[in-house]
């Protein structure tokens, strides 16, 4: 088990970054669709596609993040046994 934060709790803290991240590349991809002949999205659909699309990101990278701190966590352990 463990130690720390856990998952759920980096996912939160990092979802408003990840909701952003992903309403700026959802407005953008849509800048670049219109060049093919797509709408433009409005920018509060943008925003809104980006909190949906930010869940399972922000939910993503916190495991990432959970094994990058579990790595570290057995580092030490591992350097304070030798």
């Not at 060049?35 to 993503?60: K, N, Q």
């Amino acid at each position: 088990m463990s130690s720390g934060w856990s998952k759920r709790r980096i996912a939160l803290v990092l979802y408003p970054f990840a909701a952003g991240a992903a309403g700026v590349n959802v407005f953008f991809a849509a800048l670049i669709g219109s060049w093919m002949g797509g709408p433009v999205l409005p920018t509060p659909l943008s925003f809104a596609l980006g909190c949906v699309i930010g869940v399972p990101a922000a939910f993503a990278f916190a495991g990432h993040i959970r094994r990058l701190m579990d790595r570290a966590e057995a580092t030490e352990e591992e350097e304070a046994a030798a």
